[in-house]
């Protein structure tokens, strides 16, 4: 574990002589670093990158259509058991988009959304919890970090300004159209449920609009007034025909 040194201001000339070191055994060598670590070995002179980085092995992700995140929510879900109002395996896709993946995310997304339901007396948390929890600000730090993280797994690694969280070497092209893949299937189905979503909600304002329409067609201000003047009609046709046979018969006098 190389972790440890990496947090002194000589963090790479340690890191270059430990690995260094046990190059020289004469065994195969193999090592494992975060990110943070391996930008600061490809700052190192050229002899020590070829000795070290030649062979570079890339953890990144699981995919989240994989049986591996599947597996891991399914265990979660476990866990969790009857607090758990939502089924994770449905929501994976969002869920990846949320934590990119990372176990430890997963677990600081849910413990937000506990917070969040705690906080209104519910001893259970929906998937609606966990949509919060994302757009909370105690998760504003991880959010930033796994939007650039998504990202970068898209296009195939780092864009723009690199950080150290970011991947320091090209992610192979086929892993990275995978993960492209998955988040334009992705947001294609959000879309598809918002237009949905939008189209119900429209028919269900006509429908409103319809009943209550014929519910006022029912009540009987209008027909009052019109069965009024039809009574008001028959009344001046009787008396016209009364007046008319008064002057016939005057006439006939």
């Known amino acids: ?44 002179p050229e002899e020590i990158q070829d000795r070290l980085l030649l062979k570079p092995m890339i953890l990144l992700p699981s995919l989240p259509d994989s049986q591996d995140w599947a597996d891991y929510l399914n265990e979660v ?10 089924d994770l395996i449905a929501n994976r896709n969002q869920l990846f988009n949320f934590t990119a993946g990372l176990r ?22 929906t998937m609606q919890d966990l949509n919060r929890a994302y757009g909370n600000g105690d998760y504003g730090v991880a959010r930033k970090r796994v939007e650039r ?44 449920k918002s237009f949905i979503a939008q189209e119900l909600a429209a028919e269900a304002r006509a429908r409103n609009l319809n009943d209550g329409g014929v519910a006022q067609a029912t009540f009987a201000p209008k027909m009052s ?20 046979e008064i002057r016939s018969k005057s006439h006939g006098k």
Request: charged share 25%.
């Open 77 to 86: 879900g476990r866990i969790l058991g009857p607090t758990l109002h939502c």
């Open 149 to 192: 993280i998504v990202k970068e797994l898209i296009c195939g690694g780092a864009s723009g300004k690199t950080s150290q969280d970011d991947c320091p070497f090209p992610i192979p092209e086929a892993i990275s159209q995978a993960y492209a893949r998955h988040d334009k299937e992705h947001k294609a189905r959000e879309f598809s």
């Open 1 to 44: 574990e190389m972790q440890s040194i990496t947090q002194s201001a000589t963090a790479r000339h340690e890191l270059e002589k430990t690995l260094w070191q046990l190059g020289l055994l004469g065994t195969p060598l193999l090592f494992a670093v975060n990110y943070s670590a391996a930008h600061k070995l490809l700052d190192a």
């Open 104 to 125: 430890r995310y997963v677990i600081l997304l849910i413990v937000r959304a506990y917070q969040l339901a705690w906080s209104e007396n519910r001893r259970f948390v």
């Open 225 to 244: 007034k019109t069965s009024s003047k039809s009574r008001s009609n028959r009344s001046k046709t009787a008396a016209e025909l009364h007046e008319a």
